[in-house]
């Protein structure tokens, strides 16, 4: 604790000084703020000092960290390096109207996290002092701007000069080029560093591996030159370079943006060159530090100080020399706290797939290095949250904010463990003797509870048992045969717009595509909605991966008009559906499939019902039913999205949705999570908050404002999505000039979209949430329809109520009959069956399954009783005037056994009894009432079955296993005899 309270105190002190520093005078402060070997100079300063440095001496817009989860990227599970939010800009696919098109040099701090995918650190982490998971890149970028010699000039001016690093510990690196991909060595890099000082011997070439950096499989590429520094010092280790070492440490990678990886694998030359620099906060805060481990700084040491409280000592060991693992185990449990603690703040929450089934393996690791080498309690590990959130809090971050959700979700799937735990431990307990662990059971712990396959293998293992590796196997393959039929099924064959035609495009003078049409749109004197069509001209073609001048009858390709009325899919929202008809022959129709927006040109999909050329004049109309159903969707999503955060408070935040004609879909988390769906009181309230709003009929303004005047309204609302310039302003029920001018107005929703709304919300109708589940820990999903969708499901619910109610009645004016009860129990669970899969009120469904379920309930002990009255009968009838009765009855329930022999005695008092139940399994269940002690023959009777037994002197029961049952009713019989003849 004293070790923590040290390093804040130190940090307030040095922030204090660098407020003085960075805000004075400029150049003779950062200046004054070089680094001195040995110096305290903080991480939170050091990034600071970065990010002035690019600002105020070198003109860079400070840009923020995008969150780790990539904004429509399928190829990333995370952001992993700083240029990932500006991959748009490398491509050239950028849309013209976002505020990201204006950048030219820019300059951040970004979170990254490097585990699965191409660049995966997992497995490196702990093993030495400078892998991690997630980290803090801090890079500067030019887009189009300055090329390798700046950059080389300003790395090397902030690191000798700025941060007062010593040039005799620093290398540098170039690419030597690659013969066999026809790639030339980057000797102009190596000359910008001979002209800035650095000695020749100190410049070393390497290849593709160490010095061609790639995003992912395809993407932006280019070669880079990366400056390593020396942690000894005083001597020449350029062979220990790229060589793992860790004394000689990589610290800043500057690449120069030339190439795009193709998906065949060739490069293609980008439109423009640019400059990605990359520099490892964590590596860089060690060098300031004058430490050799990165572990050793201000970023971990609190993490190390919190963990050495319950846990043996840390010594900063590596390799053979950490024999007992305890110092890996510090590096894995620090690293990996900090990675799932942005990452969950981020909305990456451990699951089943992609990203979040990486986060589920880190966890794992986590827990075990903390649970098996450390030996603390698993809990332990979700109290080192707020630790992680003191360290990071200085920079921009989401972790204030939701820390409490973290540390709920982390404590949740330890939970989750455990319960695993139990499952594996009652599976191993009645295997019967058996050695191979179920295939099934462990199938179903993966697949319903995230249990890991390698640690459930390991811990079954553990207890001298093996897995079915056979039966997971074929599981697993069937699951994937599933998922492939799935994805085949969804996937749409489209045209794409090749990122390789955009140049070409604009080198022919093809404009953007003027999509504004899409929002015009009025009431009718009718009060129905109005679309006119619009005309429009072919300005290109794209068949394949090219453009072509025409394409023939029955061909497949994309369209791109000068303007269009068509909405693209974005924003959540499905695209636009409708034809197009050519001028010269109006009465053909080209249906369009699909529309999708690149780099400001709108494609068309369509499979040409007649010959296309380029310079066609057309006419587009919209499907209006479709386009319709899918601003009623939007709006009312606009809605949802108020009255949770009216219902639950400020801390809801939307983790996504999607709205199409049919229905919509939101999802959404709640700052403090509970970890529980929403009740049936809270489903109930949201509806009739939103209906409400509906029958107010309450209008929709929508208004373009400069973003930045746009994102000072009060109560706006955004999402993690890069924002055109001007955007668009929806708010419902107040003017957007009143809220600008903070007048108290409270609108029913006040966002930042681009989608198709309506005027009025009275056209919603009504709205119906017909789902709500949570889809991982602590978020939720909701579906809802409207309108007459929405009239539908209450009347669906409204008939499932009237035939539950029907169902209660005649349950219980039913005769005691077996016959009528089965029939009753067999419709309440078809009711359940069509309650799950009917469109009804979500609050409904609830309440009617759990009417349904005590229902069930009810019948199913009137049946156990009726059937336990049937066997007592049957009994009386066969052993009429007995003293003793040793013989079996049917069932698979020892409660049933035991309280048919109660019921037998009541009716035959004075009868020593004792019946027995043979299993398909060879299991026995035994059950006796008797004068002398039942507890003598239960445990005899048994014992001889090979198993146990135990009761009163009057009751007793117990189970055992049998090849011939009626041997086993023969032996209790001659023990009840002979007990008796001894009295």
Request: hydrophobic share 40%; glycine share 8%.
């Amino acid at each position: 604790m004293a070790a923590t309270v040290f390093h804040f105190g130190l940090w307030s002190n040095v922030r204090v000084k660098a407020k003085r520093l960075f805000f004075a005078s400029g150049v003779r402060e950062l200046r004054a703020c070089r680094w001195r070997e040995g110096s305290t100079l903080t991480s939170s300063a050091a990034r600071r000092m970065f990010i002035e440095f690019f600002k105020e001496r070198h003109g860079h817009r400070v840009v923020p960290s995008a969150p780790v989860r990539p904004r429509g990227d399928p190829s990333l599970l995370f952001v992993n390096a700083g240029m990932n939010q500006f991959k748009p800009i490398f491509l050239g696919t950028v849309d013209p109207r976002s505020e990201m098109a204006r950048y030219r040099r820019v300059v951040n701090s970004q979170k990254c996290v490097r585990a699965g995918g191409k660049h995966n650190d997992l497995d490196d982490v702990g093993r030495d002092v400078y892998h991690h998971t997630f980290f803090e890149m801090l890079g500067n970028w030019s887009f189009g701007d300055y090329f390798k010699e700046e950059a080389c000039a300003m790395a090397w001016q902030l690191l000798t000069g700025s941060y007062g690093i010593p040039r005799d510990r620093l290398y540098v690196s170039y690419f030597g080029g690659d013969r066999t991909l026809g790639l030339e060595a980057d000797e102009e890099t190596r000359e910008i560093w001979l002209n800035i000082g650095v000695q020749p011997n100190r410049i070393l070439p390497f290849g593709m591996k160490d010095n061609f950096w790639e995003m992912g499989e395809t993407g932006p590429c280019g070669p880079c030159t990366e400056i390593h520094y020396d942690h000894v010092g005083g001597r020449d280790v350029a062979h220990l370079v790229n060589s793992d070492s860790s004394d000689v440490v990589e610290i800043w990678n500057l690449v120069f943006m030339q190439y795009s990886r193709e998906a065949d694998g060739s490069l293609r030359a980008l439109h423009q060159h640019s400059v990605d620099t990359g520099m490892g906060l964590e590596r860089l805060v060690a060098v300031l530090q004058g430490k050799r481990s990165n572990y050793d700084t201000d970023l971990f040491t609190p993490l190390f100080s919190a963990i050495q409280q319950v846990c043996p000592e840390y010594r900063g060991q590596t390799g053979v020399a950490d024999k007992s693992k305890v110092d890996m185990a510090y590096r894995v449990i620090a690293d990996h706290i900090r990675a799932l603690t942005v990452c969950i703040a981020d909305g990456v929450y451990p699951g089943m797939s992609g990203a979040q089934l990486v986060l589920r393996h880190i966890l794992r690791r986590a827990v075990r290095f903390s649970t098996e080498v450390l030996k603390s309690t698993p809990g332990s590990l979700s109290k080192l949250v707020p630790t992680v959130v003191h360290i990071l809090v200085s920079r921009p971050t989401s972790l204030r904010d939701r820390h409490l959700s973290v540390y709920s979700t982390v404590a949740q799937f330890l939970s989750s463990l455990k319960q695993g735990r139990r499952v594996i431990d009652r599976t191993l307990q009645n295997m019967n003797g058996s050695t191979v662990f179920p295939g099934s059971v462990a199938w179903s712990l993966h697949c319903h509870l995230g249990f890991p396959l390698d640690l459930l293998r390991l811990m079954v293992e553990e207890k001298g048992v093996a897995m079915d590796t056979e039966a997971l196997d074929r599981l697993a393959l069937e699951n994937k045969k599933v998922r492939a039929q799935t994805q085949a099924s969804e996937h749409d064959s489209c045209v794409d717009l090749d990122v390789k035609v955009l140049p070409e495009l604009q080198g022919l003078g093809i404009t953007y595509t003027n999509d504004l049409p899409k929002y015009q749109y009025s009431l009718g004197q009718d009060g129905r909605y109005v679309f006119l069509p619009c005309h429009a001209t072919i300005q290109a073609l794209i068949c394949g991966q090219g453009l072509v001048p025409e394409v023939e009858k029955g061909q497949r390709c994309g369209v791109i008009f000068d303007k269009t009325c068509f909405y693209t899919e974005q924003g959540g929202q499905d695209h636009d559906q409708g034809y197009f008809t050519q001028e010269i022959l109006p009465d053909v129709l080209f249906p369009v499939e699909q529309v999708h927006l690149v780099g400001g040109y709108v494609v068309h999909q369509v499979t040409a019902t007649e010959r296309l050329k380029r310079g066609d004049q057309v006419q587009l109309f919209l499907d209006e039913g479709q386009r319709l159903a899918c601003m009623v969707k939007h709006t009312a999503t606009h809605i949802l999205n108020h009255c949770l955060r009216q219902l639950l408070g400020d801390g809801v935040e939307q983790r996504g949705s999607h709205v199409s004609a049919d229905h919509l879909r939101f999802d959404f988390s709640v700052k403090v999570h509970q970890g529980i769906s929403l009740s049936i009181q809270q489903l109930q309230e949201i509806e009739k908050m939103i209906r409400d709003i509906i029958e107010g009929n309450e209008p929709v303004y929508i208004e373009e404002l400069p973003l930045k005047v746009a994102k000072g309204i009060p109560g706006l609302r955004t999402v993690d999505e890069v924002y055109p310039d001007p955007a668009r302003v929806v708010s419902v029920g107040v003017p957007i000039a009143d809220l600008l001018k903070g007048h108290n107005n409270k609108p029913a929703s006040v966002e930042l979209c681009c989608g198709t709304h309506l005027l009025m919300t009275g056209e919603i109708q009504d709205f119906v949430v017909v789902s709500e589940r949570q889809i991982a820990k602590g978020v939720s999903r909701i579906v809802a329809v409207t309108g007459a969708q929405a009239k539908e499901a209450r009347e669906a619910g409204r008939v499932l109520e009237c035939e539950v109610d029907s169902l209660r009645v005649r349950l219980t004016a039913a005769s005691p009959s077996l016959p009528g009860i089965h029939r009753l129990s067999k419709e309440a669970g078809l009711l359940i069956d069509v309650l799950e899969n009917t469109a009804i009120p979500q609050w409904q469904r609830r309440e009617l399954s759990n009417q349904l379920k005590s229902l069930q309930r009810s019948s199913n002990t009137m049946i156990r009783k009726l059937e336990i009255a049937e066997k007592v009968q049957s009994l009386l009838k066969k052993h009429t005037n007995r003293s003793l009765v040793v013989d079996t009855v049917d069932t698979d329930s020892i409660s049933v056994v035991m309280k048919t022999v109660n019921q037998y005695s009541d009716q035959a008092p004075g009868v020593m009894v004792m019946l027995l139940s043979h299993q398909e399994s060879g299991k026995v269940l035994c059950a006796c009432q008797v004068a002398f002690s039942a507890n003598d023959w239960a445990l005899a009777v048994c014992a001889h079955l090979g198993g146990n037994a135990g009761g009163s002197d009057t009751v007793a029961k117990g189970t055992g296993s049998a090849v011939d049952i009626a041997e086993a009713i023969q032996w209790a019989r001659n023990f009840a005899e002979g007990r008796m003849q001894q009295r």
